[in-house]
């Protein structure tokens, strides 16, 4: 290997220790520091509205955060206290519907049971009484094999459920301490937000800071294109299923459908956590044509989403609905339910530093300086 190629290997491997280092610090320094990153990023959502107040209204800097803040937060707690005072409306409904429905179905299942499950489980029996005791032995260590894995998963889920639960207790005051530092630190960011924005600027290098800035622009318009994406694709099945409840004649049908809107963030499971033990039961205890009408409405609800979410979101992060839908299925295999937010945002990052250049840039420093021309 002559010594251009091995300057390359070095430069190549110093770039991958770089970034390698870059992303465990973020990693683990996002750990410690994550309620300032939402600081952060409250602050850039609501510095234009600050600005407004400060330009147009004369409002003192202070007093522009400030009343911002109080308006966002009351807005936020409004919206909450109407949530579930909607919420606790329908479950005092379904308190008093739900019993009757669990007797007609427990109902229809002792007579299920009485009819079809006692002389299928006799003429089981006697099929097992026929077979010769080694055939009898198989079937029965099958059975105590089968029980035994059924009966270890069944308590390694409740120990694991109980053992989580003190964390889950110990979150709620975690929580509360998130949200105080995050408001805190929004109100000094958004307050000082000029004087960081020069001090920043005199930090950074001059190429550093023409990219960043193009970074930082481009990821903002992302995640603002898809926290409106999310809204809408909520919105839109909100919408639809209400409209579906009022038509089947459902009671309480705004509550049931704003609980289905918010389930539907759920990836794959959404609305279907809802919809499908509804359907069964439903067909179960023969109210069949209102079963047909909520499997249909549930079927609309499914296709729209699946048609709606990779136009939408990709119309609004600026990314073409086969690299949205691209992105959306490998940050699902990889990181789970989470990978459907980081998918998109990864393939939004690394567009946006291929326009700025980056990658060009790194590559350029890998393959080093042309070689000088020997006059």
Do not use: C
Not at 97 to 120: C, D, G, R, S, W
Not at 195 to 210: A, D, H, Q
Not at 297 to 313: A, F, G, H, N, S
Not at 329 to 337: A, E, R
């Amino acid at each position: 290997m002559n010594r251009e190629n091995a300057d390359r290997v070095v430069r190549f491997f110093i770039v991958i220790i770089v970034a390698a280092a870059s992303l465990l610090s973020i990693y683990y320094a996002s750990k410690v520091i994550y309620p300032f990153i939402i600081a952060l990023i409250i602050a850039t959502a609501i510095n234009p509205v600050v600005g407004i107040l400060e330009r147009k209204w004369k409002f003192p800097r202070t007093l522009a955060v400030l009343t911002t803040l109080i308006v966002l937060i009351g807005i936020f707690t409004g919206l909450i206290t109407l949530l579930i005072a909607e919420i606790v409306a329908g479950a005092s409904y379904l308190a008093t519907v739900v019993p009757e429905h669990v007797a007609t179905l427990i109902k229809y299942l002792e007579k299920m049971f009485a009819n079809q499950v006692i002389p299928f489980y006799n003429k089981l029996a006697g099929m097992f009484q026929s077979l010769d005791s080694g055939q009898r032995d198989t079937i029965m260590n099958s059975i105590d094999e089968t029980s035994g894995r059924i009966t270890e998963s069944v308590t390694a889920f409740l120990q694991n459920f109980f053992l989580k639960l003190p964390g889950l207790v110990s979150w709620i005051p975690n929580a509360a301490t998130v949200i105080i530092f995050s408001l805190l630190a929004t109100f000094f960011i958004s307050k000082d937000w000029e004087r960081l924005s020069v001090l920043t600027s005199r930090l950074l290098p001059n190429k550093v800071k023409s990219s960043g800035i193009r970074v930082f622009a481009d990821l903002k318009k992302a995640l603002v294109g898809f926290v409106k994406a999310q809204i809408t694709l909520i919105s839109i099945t909100l919408v639809i299923v209400l409209v579906g409840l009022l038509i089947l004649r459902i009671n309480y049908a705004i509550t049931i459908a704003l609980i289905l809107g918010l389930l539907d963030l759920l990836p794959y499971l959404g609305t279907g956590t809802v919809f499908v033990p509804w359907i069964i039961y439903e067909a179960v205890t023969g109210n069949i044509g209102l079963a047909i009408g909520l499997g249909i409405l549930y079927t609309v609800v499914i296709v729209q989403r699946q048609l709606m979410e990779p136009k939408i979101l990709s119309s609004n992060i600026g990314l073409s609905p086969l690299g949205t839908l691209i992105s959306l299925f490998v940050g699902f295999k990889l990181v789970g339910f989470l990978g459907l937010i980081l998918g998109p945002v990864t393939l939004v990052l690394l567009t946006t530093l291929h326009k700025a250049n980056v990658f060009r840039d790194i590559w350029a420093y890998i393959k080093g300086p042309p070689p000088k021309i020997m006059k």
